[in-house]
């Protein structure tokens, strides 16, 4: 709820913030393949603040264009989340564990877009948001996002996406210490991407 | 010079003086001082004579709610919405002064918060806490896991160990639930199926009842309107506020007021001219009924130090009555002998005047006897308007009018031969048929006669008003100022567990949709009884050594000292949240309305309720039954009560004044009396009898108006009484003209769109036309008279 009420304030920035983007940032996005559909797998490792060991996770994911993004955990919970244009809705196993409502939650929108445009690459967008510095090297790119907003600041701290044609890696440091890394494998792109199951589910 | 023309002459002087006085103090008042009328409709309610607590109540909502001013513009498309929204600002921006617009501050969201986050331990919500008792520390144990492995797991608060079980997170959605506005790209958000609006919530700074601060805003606002619909054609702009319905209400009154009290003098022109073919006459009338209103005018602002417009209304009929005087004694000179002096037929004039006055003075002050202070100042308003023109006539009107120099025209000869032919009632035959039939009639009409003191009645803002209240309330599901229920204790403590009962009850309707949630300040700081409850179960289910935070740990590989830690953090945050805690944040603005603190010696707060549907009233009313420091409260229906109680209650002062009057009346005419009184006791009934034929409800201000009635009757049984001749046309004159001008004017007042004057207004619109006609019948057979003996043809 506090990410959502500073995303929130955060969303304030995009009306006012000069959506164009820093000289590296416009080369990473002519790297960035940006297909219709992308899948692949994921394997998410996270460290909480106090904790000795790391979370270990996995699943799969798919982003489309134009609808939105479906987040499969498979091991070790099984749970799914599907954010789309107008709606954040997650399941546990087959029953809705929440949902929430572009048209009552107008932050959804915002929650929504920040999420497709990290796992997509997509910079400009984001660039409404976070700072964006970015660097090049050779066929890899890296970029770190600082939120614009200091309430978002606090509450995510900082990002780094790194990649080549797609996006590799995604770490998320949280102000509470709490460490998020995300590292993509085995992507496929166009329509056959997606299983039958998945496209079921969007 | 006689010593009864030096008298004259010189009570005539002092008349002057006062008259000078009071045109100085009004030119002092309206030149200088620049007094502007009240237009507050809540200023004519009766101030509410027993429970201080429950009054607080009413200013607490009444006072937070008096000076907003929601507007929301809306568009199906958001950037459209947050366009026109935009430009409406702008306009109201450039008058920052009269608006103290509530800003979205960043600090307050970030600030929002921290307060409650070090009490998370103590607030849970009830489902929460039913869950709590039901399900095994299993259940807790992988609802946190499923939290932890989710990459954006839903609503989260800080870092994940403050809130492993979202249980806080569930309490803060739970809140937000409130309201269904939403800050959204730095606007306020809310929306319906069809679109989505821009919230502008704004406090005036200046009286929403002050005509000024009405005559600037509201074109500022038209023209943030325009500007709105000029960015984006097609808006919708939806406006609430008490300041609207002010406007509507003084803008109405003013329109009315200059109608009315034209209209009125217009008719007076006419008929005077008619009447007496001379400009002369007219001036001295309006001289009459100048002089009254200006003194009216000076003693009640010395008296009240303030006027209502209502008042002024009112007083605009004033002139209907205040002619009388004049009239009575024009129409004597013009039929009198031109060689008798003017002193002297004033002289003879006098007793007759002196009982007008004081039974139209009496009529006036059934009005005084009313606990509305409006009431009141149109009562003396009215008495004293009457007694200065009266006294303008006695002490000037001599010196003017001159015998010989008033002629009559041919409609005058025409309407008093009317009078020969006229039916007189006789103990005879055909009167006892009348009698018969009338009562036939009257009584079938009365037993028709309904009653309902609604004070919605009394009010009809326009209708697109309405309009947009019943909309923004529906998309704002915001409370209802007027219904709530009024919660006590001898602490605060007990208070807030008084609520904690109530809601619990109130959680059936809810399921039912009779209302769609309550709003209470124990929705945010719960009762230390159940904050520490609370605090228990979690220590049972879910702290516990082996509980669901211990079975957490294993899951997670992490010993335990990982869930001491935990443990004693969360420990941290387990003291109680105390009510003064809460009062003192920002967090707590929106919700302060609700808690009136110590107020006689105990602890009192509202309980109020969102989405309420009219229908389910009775059953509310009912939840609140049997519950100790509990009390369901009805604004509407209170007012309503107070009005029904004094209908009653004035119905009684109508017939005392009857006796009152009829005892005054007894030392002069004797066993003619009743002759003075029976066709006003008819022409009421009658009245009465008609509102019941015409479905007409019957209220408050139609018994008033029949009080009024009575005083104005009176005159007319007065005049014809005192010259009982049927050749003499001098007092028909004088009726027909009185009363065709109290016909004008308050038969204007039935046309009147405010439903208190309109019911006055018909009552005596009725009444007065059923006096003129009934007055010649009443009148005693051929008797020698002291008058007419002593020469006054």
Redesign the interface.
Known sequence: ??????A??A??W??VAPAQAAAPVAKIEAMLAKPQQLCGRFD?S?Q??????P?A?NGRFCVVAGKGVL?R?LQ??P?T?RLTRDEIV?F?GERV??RLDA?????VKM?NSV?FSLLAGDLAQLDTLFEVDGSIDGNTWQVALKARQ??LA?AIGGIRLDGGAFVKNISIS?A???R?S?VFSAIETGPAAITAQEAALF | MTPLKHQGRLLAIAWAMVVALLLAHNAYLWGVKRIAPETDILALLPVQERDPVLQASFTHMVDSAQQRLVVLVGAPDWNDARRAADAYSAVLARHAGLFAATPLDEQTQNDWLALFQQHRLTLLTAPQEAQLRKEAPAFWRDSALSQLYSPFGGPKLGAWQDDPFGLFGGWVQERAQETPVRPRDGHLFVADGERQYVLLPMTLTVPAFSLGAQETVLPLLAQAQAMARQAVPGVEIISAGVILHAAAASSQAAGEMSTIGLGSLAGIILLTWLTFRSVKPISLILLSIGIGCLGALSVCWLLFGRLHLMTLVFGASLIGVAQDYGIYFLCNRLGADPALSSRALLLRLLPGLCLTLLAAVIGYMGLALTPFPGLRHMAVFSALGLVFAWLTVVFWFPMLVQGGTLRSGALVRRYGAVRMHWPQARANRATLLCVLAFAVLAGAGMARLGVNDDIRLLQTPPAHLIRDQLKLGKLLDAPTPVQFYLVRGDSAEVVLQREEALKRRLQTLIEQRHISGVQAMSNWVPSLQTQQARRALLDASVLKPGGALDLLAQSVDEGPEWAGKVRAQLAQAGAPLLIDDFLKVRASEPWRHLWLGEVQGGYASIVALRGMQYAAIPLLAQAGGGMPGVQWVDKVAEISSVLGRYRIYMGAVVLGAYLVVFGLLMPRYGRRTWRVLAPTALASLAALALLGYLGQPLQLFHVLALMLLLGVGVDYGIFMQEHPQQRNHTPWLAVGLSATNTLLSFGLLALSHTAALQAFGLTMLIGTALVWLLSPCFVAPEQPDAADAAGVA
């Open positions: 709820m506090k990410v959502i009420l500073k929130a304030l969303a304030l995009l009306a998410q996270k909480l603040a106090g904790m000795k060991k979370l996770s987040w955990t070790p919970f749970n989340l997650h546990q564990a929440m048209k009552t939650e107008p932050v929650i999420l200091p309430a606090k949280e509470s210490g709490d998020t995300i």
